[in-house]
């Protein structure tokens, strides 16, 4: 019996010193943002220790009250006023600093976990969900942020109360500082129980909603699909699923808290009943005044805050640490294309194209069995090759070791005589041209679309592009043409008009190398023909490898690769093959059966595409 089991990317919990240990990582983040951690600091920490003058002035006002020294008791809100008014133009000053702090290191952790996604290679993203990785970008990048940018300087300034007021407690009365002292360590040591019984399943929740985020990014991506096999209910079922667990998780939470949480506001409270009584037998006994107790019960309640959310800044913590832990597992991930210091560059660009050479290479993905097998070929100067055979005999991963999406375990692959890897990516991939079989277009205009990889090409560059790829034809009659927006990835339009204008895409860039992959598929053989006709114009200007199955674009190649189990069966032009190959006698029977068969739905597909409005 088969059962679904979700993917689950992080398999291991995170202990707390490992938590606490990226937690301090993070703090590295404060480096360009110094001052305004400075000025928030420094402002908190001057705001609590004014605060504590408020309940002295208060304290003293009594005393004058008993004294009837009322003259006394107006410089008294003279002074409350004054230190209300720095008080407030302080916590303005902080807040402003932290939000400052806060936002720009927000963006700087963005902006560093896009660079490095950009920069890994594709295996780490063979493994990975894109709902996941959007979740760690999103939400824990903003958990992170709240503390870093609120949550620190919050703790500054309640640790300052927590060391100024018991010293001022101790000058009032040491009796009855004792018995608020006393209370402190125990408030403390529930906080930490509290937190260390918390993070695991914090960090849980965080997980549980980056695949609640995945499965809903996929759903949505996938909606045809769904609809099309009438699953929406199921699908549903599975998201409500995912979300019962996340609420789980988080009812743990609240279950935790209300054992702990119960604890900071009892025992606070029950230590002020014992201050009040105490307190009456202290002034009753002439060891403090009226206004003194006062002003130490005012400031006892100064602290009684900061003892209180003691747990809820450690609770905060708790979750930005667990919110770091995922962000660095994506910081630490060390898939990429690894880059000379020191790169080749490529010989001038001759008019007669670009050769390729695959010298004994060997590559296979982590299953470890190997989809390339010791394969070697010599690909001539604007030489077009096809590339065919069986599904799953290394036709797309070897058209994918040419920009170096993945590197071979053994051999190398030589462009113009430079080993790839001894190329900058940057320059290997600017030289290289690739459609594939399922175009992606982003939700720009066409005229953006096809300027992605050269953003300086003219609009004559664009038109002659549109022109070559057979998609004049139904640009000119979308309602803005080449400035006409496309829906997101393309979806507005045909699969055989996301081709062409995919095809378009590739040849604005001029590349020394041209991959298609499969790159007809969804148009008509008429359509076809004139891309085919379009392309042997320019082909002898680049080298073009075509992963073919239709006839007709085999027909364009001067070579035929026929490809078995990892390796070159036989290499030869079509009428040296047809006679010769076997295999390619099958491939080319199979594929003109199945052409007969589609052709009908093709043509019906390419004549609404000449109709002229989005599909």
């Not at 001029?510 to 114009?537: C, M, Y």
């Amino acid at each position: 019996m088969l059962t679904r089991v979700s993917p689950a990317p992080e398999q291991q919990q995170a202990t707390p010193d490992g938590g606490w240990k990226s937690f301090k990582r993070l703090l590295t983040f404060f480096g360009p943002f110094k001052r305004d951690l400075a000025i928030s600091v420094l402002a908190g920490v001057a705001l609590s220790v004014l605060a504590t003058r408020i309940p002295k002035i208060i304290g003293d006002s009594v005393n004058h009250f008993k004294a009837e020294d009322f003259d006394a008791i107006g410089g008294e809100v003279r002074s409350l006023l004054i230190v209300a008014a720095i008080i407030a133009v302080l916590g303005a000053s902080r807040r402003v600093a932290a939000g400052v702090m806060s936002l720009g290191m927000e963006q700087t952790i963005r902006e560093r976990l896009f660079s490095h996604l950009t920069g890994l290679g594709f295996r780490f993203f063979d493994k990975q969900q894109t709902g996941q990785l959007l979740s760690r970008v999103t939400s824990d990048v903003s958990s992170v942020r709240f503390f870093l940018g609120y949550g620190l300087t919050y703790s500054f300034m309640h640790l300052t109360k927590l060391i100024v007021v018991p010293i001022i407690l101790i000058r009032l009365d040491i009796v009855l500082a004792l018995m608020v002292i006393a209370i402190m360590p125990l408030i403390v040591f529930i906080s930490v129980r509290f937190s260390r019984r918390s993070h695991p399943v914090m960090r849980e929740a965080q997980q549980k909603l980056a695949l609640v985020t995945a499965h809903g990014e996929e759903t949505i991506v996938g909606a045809r699909v769904v609809r099309s096999f009438g699953q929406e209910d199921r699908e549903v079922a599975r998201f409500r699923s995912l979300t019962d667990d996340v609420v789980e998780r988080e009812r743990e939470v609240m279950r935790i808290e209300g054992r702990f949480k119960p604890l900071y506001i009892y025992i606070p409270n029950l230590t002020l009943a014992a201050l009040l009584v105490v307190g009456a037998y202290r002034i009753e006994a002439g060891a403090i005044d009226t206004g003194d107790f006062v002003q130490f019960f005012f400031q006892v309640l100064l602290i009684t805050g900061p003892l209180r959310i003691i747990g809820n800044l450690l609770n905060r913590a708790q979750r930005a640490t667990a919110s770091s832990d995922r962000l660095f597992e994506l910081l630490d991930a060390d898939d990429r294309i690894p880059q000379r210091d020191d790169p080749s560059t490529l010989p001038p660009r001759s008019e007669s194209g670009s050769s390729l050479r695959f010298s004994d290479v060997t590559f296979g993905y982590r299953d470890g069995r190997p989809v390339i097998d010791d394969l070697s070929l010599d690909v001539q100067p604007g030489e077009t090759i096809a590339l065919i055979g069986a599904t799953g005999c290394g036709k797309t991963t070897l058209a994918s070791l040419i920009p170096r999406f993945y590197d071979p375990e053994h051999g190398s692959v030589e462009l113009d005589g430079v080993d790839l890897r001894d190329l900058s990516l940057h320059e290997l991939r600017r030289s290289i041209g690739i459609v594939d079989q399922e175009p992606f277009l982003f939700s720009a205009t066409i005229a953006d679309n096809l300027r992605f990889g050269n953003p300086d090409a003219t609009d004559e560059d664009v038109l002659r592009a549109i022109d070559a790829a057979q998609a004049s034809e139904f640009v000119d009659k979308l309602p803005n043409g080449v400035l006409t927006v496309v829906g997101e990835r393309g979806l507005t339009l045909s699969g055989g008009q996301r081709q062409r204008l995919a095809i378009a895409r590739a040849l604005i860039v001029d590349p020394r190398i041209l991959i298609l992959d499969d790159a007809t598929a969804s148009v008509d053989s008429q359509v076809e023909e004139r891309i085919s006709s379009a392309l042997s114009d320019i082909g002898g200007q680049r080298t073009t490898i075509v992963i073919a199955h239709r006839p007709s674009t085999i027909a364009l190649a001067d070579r035929v690769v026929v490809m078995a189990h990892g390796r070159i069966e036989d290499v030869g032009t079509h009428d040296e093959l047809i006679q010769r190959n076997a295999t390619y006698q099958l491939v080319h029977e199979q594929r003109a059966a199945r052409r007969e068969f589609l052709l009908d739905e093709t043509e019906e597909q390419d004549s609404e595409e000449r109709t002229g409005g989005l599909a």
